[in-house]
């Protein structure tokens, strides 16, 4: 019987597999660039979203978060979905009970709130401040720094 012909040769098997790894990298520095990139347009916007007063800011900030998202690198994902789920949470409750989160001050709810709404409203301000949101949030930031070289917003 004929031995089996391999169309790898040691040479020619290690070359297919450096071109197979730069493909990957090149497709990891493109996802990097593209972020960066998406980071370098927004930061503007960004930064007068987050310049508003009291928790206006993060809200005025969940499009630009969302855009960022969206290009983000797979390692800071998670990140990103966890700063966005909070500040969107946020966001659907003073949506929904017409408080302004510009003034909000948990500790001096507007007039009228039903109790209900004054306990969701404390519950969603307390998910902005929770330890695991500031992490993510610390974290895109530090992404942004290390990885673009550039803070998120200006």
């Known amino acids: 019987m004929p031995p089996a012909v391999s169309f790898l040769t040691p040479g020619r098997g290690v070359s297919l597999c450096l071109a197979g790894l730069l493909a990957v990298v090149a497709g990891c520095a493109s996802q990097q660039e593209q972020y960066c990139e998406t980071v370098r347009e927004n930061q503007r916007a960004l930064g007068e979203a987050v310049a508003q007063p009291g ?7 969940l499009p630009v978060y969302r855009t960022l998202a969206k290009d983000a690198p797979d390692d800071i994902a998670d990140d990103w979905r966890t700063l966005i789920d909070a500040v969107a949470r946020f966001d659907r409750v003073v949506q929904r009970t017409g408080v302004d989160p510009a003034t909000y001050d948990q500790k ?15 519950q969603a301000g307390l998910g902005l401040a929770d330890p695991e949101v500031r992490r993510a ?3 895109v930031e530090q992404q942004a720094l290390d990885v673009c ?5 200006m």
């Open 137 to 139: 949030q610390a974290g």
């Open 108 to 122: 001096s709810p507007p007039e009228g709130l039903r109790a209900d709404e004054r306990d969701e409203l404390e």
């Open 149 to 153: 070289k550039t803070p998120l917003s």
């Open 55 to 61: 928790a206006q800011g993060l809200v005025d900030a």
